[in-house]
């Protein structure tokens, strides 16, 4: 079974465009969580998805937006990019929150956004 | 506000210890603890989840504990190998679902 895959590997922008990153969950799971993860800091929550809607949202920037899809697919957008955008940005899904608290969190290989 | 702790943050022992990594929180009010491994510039992969309710629990040579009373819980690895060396990091879930993370321990194992 193919775990949670997200695409591009790697994206290289310039400051002032904006970016499109891609997740697929594992087949099953409804809930899509984002992360940002700067070089040398802990991980920052983005968003979470889930039957697609918004469920919560991070102390980001609204540049930073996203969607769920019917398929329980995600996209994460950010416009504007700023240099400090660079980042490894995770993406990680789970079975419905609520069903059960004790649900794991499986992730994918991440995408690695340099803006410059 | 919750905030989780991990010492030390970095740590390079011989191949063959056993190791302890720690982990800390400020509000015992979870609903799990969960260990994690993340190697460079990779995802992460869950290594083991901790009940509010549980003590303890143990996959292969992995063994990680919670005290919720003194917002604490250990990673131990028993054995040591060099496949071993990545950044750990602990994340306790809340009462609205969220992961609070702490920034991670990176260990090193030595051959």
């Known amino acids: 079974e193919a775990g949670v895959t997200q695409s591009p590997t790697h994206l290289i922008k310039t400051r002032g465009q904006q970016a499109t990153l891609r997740c697929s969950p594992i087949s099953g799971h409804t809930s899509v969580y984002w992360y940002q993860q700067a070089l040398g800091l802990g991980l920052q929550f983005l968003l979470w998805?889930?039957?697609?809607?918004?469920?919560n949202r991070g102390n980001f920037p609204p540049r930073f937006s996203g969607r769920q899809f019917p398929n329980y697919s995600s996209e994460l957008n950010v416009n504007a990019l700023e240099l400090e955008d660079s980042a490894l940005y995770l993406c990680?899904?789970?079975?419905?929150?609520?069903?059960?608290?004790?649900?794991?969190?499986?992730f994918g290989s991440g995408t690695q956004l340099s803006v410059l | 506000k919750q905030e989780v702790t991990q010492i030390p943050a970095a740590l390079s022992v011989p191949e063959g210890e056993n190791l302890v990594l720690n982990c800390s929180f400020t509000?015992?009010?979870?609903?799990?603890l969960q260990w994690f491994r993340q190697d460079p510039g990779k995802g992460l992969t869950s290594l083991l989840l901790?009940?509010?309710s549980q003590r303890e629990q143990t996959s292969g040579r992995l063994n990680a504990s919670l005290d919720k009373s003194s917002g604490r819980s250990t990673l131990y690895i028993a054995a040591s190998q060099p496949g071993d060396s990545a950044t750990y990091l602990c994340?306790?879930?809340?009462?609205?679902?969220?992961?609070?993370w702490g920034a991670g321990t990176k260990l090193i194992i030595k051959p």
């Open positions: 990680a899904s789970s079975l419905r929150q609520g069903v059960s608290t004790n649900e794991k969190l499986f």
């Open positions: 509000d015992s009010a979870i609903y799990n």
């Open positions: 901790i009940q509010s």
């Open positions: 994340a306790v879930k809340e009462s609205n679902y969220q992961l609070i």
């Open positions: 998805y889930d039957e697609g809607e918004e469920r």
